[in-house]
């Protein structure tokens, strides 16, 4: 018997053509429509969670040893800015901050994937990325300690506000990729998404649309096992995330996202595909947020401490520099040198968030309305009057 797929030849078909009819039905396999889209079986991997290089391959060239280095120096400020921030939410510099610990290798990696002239579509948990894109920690943190605006100027970052509705800049996203290649522009946006929001109709819909009109976006789902306190079994019974992306027929890839070497290679490969023309590329990378939700949430409520050690031997920055020493692309003093260096940032970003912001509250009735409503402008009113006392009070 042959396979499933092929036809059985009716018993009455026995003129010459039609045995030759049947035989070229059999012989013939019917072209896989989702050839070359499928993720592979396995995580993509280039080391081991101990930092032991794996086999090459060549699907996915290994970035150059600078690119690496880079990658490590990045990962190690990164993270010595996350751990700061965490810190001003207890001194009540910053209302909230969604920490990307753990995550360092997808933060960073998917910056040096990319071009200053590209764009990027971060959600709340970017902060890291940003600033390891070089925009200033300050304005990173702006939004997060509760101003009305990002912070940062958009365009000329080429990094849109961080996105607190779940999935909305995946639309967003393929809206401007499309707007680019219309205008003949090489030009990637690569949008951010976590597993949860991957069930939001913005991702379907912005994925669809790319795939529909060759966008060139990459969608980077960073599947970190937590919806806040939601796990990912109880979000999807996809196989891999990456699997989304075959049925609008996009290229999808599924990547150990703790592994740096591994991220960088199959991001570069999948901002390529991308910059090319051939459309849009999904890539999900396995990874884990070793802190809580945000500084506001309890994850001992919903994960036990045996889940989280786990995921602390697979730490991303101690893979990455465990192989660099064994390559002789780090020492102990270049090691020591980035350490330094990162202390020194932590510091910088202290002291000015530290310093009392100047902020305007009359400024809140500002850009709600082009006209603003009769109820605004009263209640305007109503602030000018209680800070004009409160300022004669102060003075008197
Ligand atoms: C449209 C919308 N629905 C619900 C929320 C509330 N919310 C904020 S974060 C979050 C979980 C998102 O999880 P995931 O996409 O996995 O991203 P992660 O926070 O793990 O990075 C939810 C439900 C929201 N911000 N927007
Ligand atoms: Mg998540």
């Known amino acids: 018997m042959g396979p499933p797929h092929v036809q059985e030849v009716p018993a009455v078909t026995t003129t010459p053509q039609a045995v030759r009819r049947a035989s070229t039905r059999r012989s013939t396999t019917p072209p896989d429509p989702a050839r070359g889209l499928l993720p592979a079986a396995e995580p993509v991997r280039l080391l081991d969670p101990a930092g032991t290089p794996l086999p090459a391959r060549a699907d996915y060239p290994?970035?150059?040893?600078?690119?690496?280095?880079?990658?490590?120096?990045?990962?190690?400020?990164?993270?010595?800015?996350?751990?700061?921030?965490?810190?001003?939410?207890?001194?009540?510099?910053?209302?909230?901050?969604?920490?990307?610990?753990?995550?360092?290798?997808?933060?960073?990696?998917?910056?040096?994937?990319?071009?200053?002239?590209?764009?990027?579509?971060?959600?709340?948990?970017?902060?890291?990325?940003?600033?390891?894109?070089?925009?200033?920690?300050?304005?990173?943190?702006?939004?997060?300690?509760?101003?009305?605006?990002?912070?940062?100027?958009?365009?000329?970052?080429?990094?849109a506000p961080q996105c607190t509705p779940l999935a909305t800049q995946c639309v967003h996203a393929a809206g401007l990729a499309y707007g680019e290649a219309y205008q003949e522009r090489d030009t990637v946006a690569l949008a951010f998404i976590g597993d949860g929001a991957t069930s939001e109709g913005d991702f379907h819909e912005g994925i669809n649309f790319a795939a529909v009109f060759k966008a060139p976006v990459v969608y980077f789902v960073q599947n970190n096992r937590y919806a806040i306190s939601v796990?990912?079994?109880?979000?999807?019974?996809?196989?891999?995330?990456?699997?989304?992306?075959?049925?609008?027929?996009?290229?999808?890839?599924?990547?150990?996202?703790?592994?740096?070497?591994?991220?960088?290679?199959?991001?570069?490969?999948?901002?390529?595909?991308?910059?090319?023309?051939?459309?849009?590329?999904?890539?999900?990378?396995?990874?884990?947020?070793?802190?809580?939700?945000?500084?506001?949430?309890?994850?001992?409520?919903?994960?036990?401490?045996?889940?989280?050690?786990?995921?602390?031997?697979?730490?991303?920055?101690?893979?990455?520099?465990?192989?660099?020493?064994?390559?002789?692309?780090?020492?102990?003093?270049?090691?020591?040198?980035?350490?330094?260096?990162?202390?020194?940032?932590?510091?910088?970003?202290?002291?000015?968030?530290?310093?009392?912001p100047t902020v305007d509250p009359l400024s809140l009735f500002d850009h709600v309305y082009a006209e603003p409503t009769p109820q605004l402008v009263e209640q305007r009113e109503q602030v000018r009057a209680e800070l004009a006392a409160a300022e004669q009070e102060g003075d008197a």
Not at 106 to 115: D, E, F, H, N, T
Not at 253 to 260: I, L
Not at 345 to 353: E, G, K, P, V
Request: proline letters at 5%; one cysteine or more; glycine letters at 6%.
């Open 62 to 159: 290994e970035p150059p040893a600078a690119a690496l280095a880079e990658l490590y120096r990045r990962m190690v400020i990164g993270r010595r800015f996350d751990v700061q921030a965490t810190a001003l939410t207890k001194q009540g510099r910053l209302a909230v901050y969604p920490s990307s610990r753990g995550q360092e290798a997808c933060q960073v990696g998917a910056m040096l994937a990319l071009r200053d002239t590209d764009w990027v579509f971060p959600t709340y948990r970017e902060s890291m990325a940003l600033v390891s894109r070089g925009l200033d920690p300050v304005e990173v943190l702006t939004l997060l300690r509760g101003d009305w605006h990002c912070g940062y100027d958009p365009a000329a970052r080429r990094t």
């Open 231 to 356: 796990p990912l079994s109880r979000q999807t019974a996809a196989p891999s995330l990456a699997y989304k992306g075959v049925g609008y027929g996009v290229s999808s890839e599924q990547v150990d996202g703790n592994d740096p070497v591994a991220v960088l290679a199959v991001l570069t490969r999948a901002v390529a595909h991308a910059r090319a023309g051939n459309g849009p590329f999904l890539v999900e990378a396995h990874t884990y947020r070793m802190e809580p939700h945000t500084n506001a949430d309890d994850a001992t409520r919903y994960r036990d401490g045996a889940e989280v050690d786990a995921w602390r031997d697979r730490d991303p920055i101690a893979r990455l520099e465990t192989y660099l020493r064994e390559r002789g692309v780090l020492d102990e003093a270049a090691v020591a040198a980035v350490a330094a260096e990162a202390e020194e940032y932590a510091a910088d970003l202290r002291a000015r968030m530290n310093a009392q």
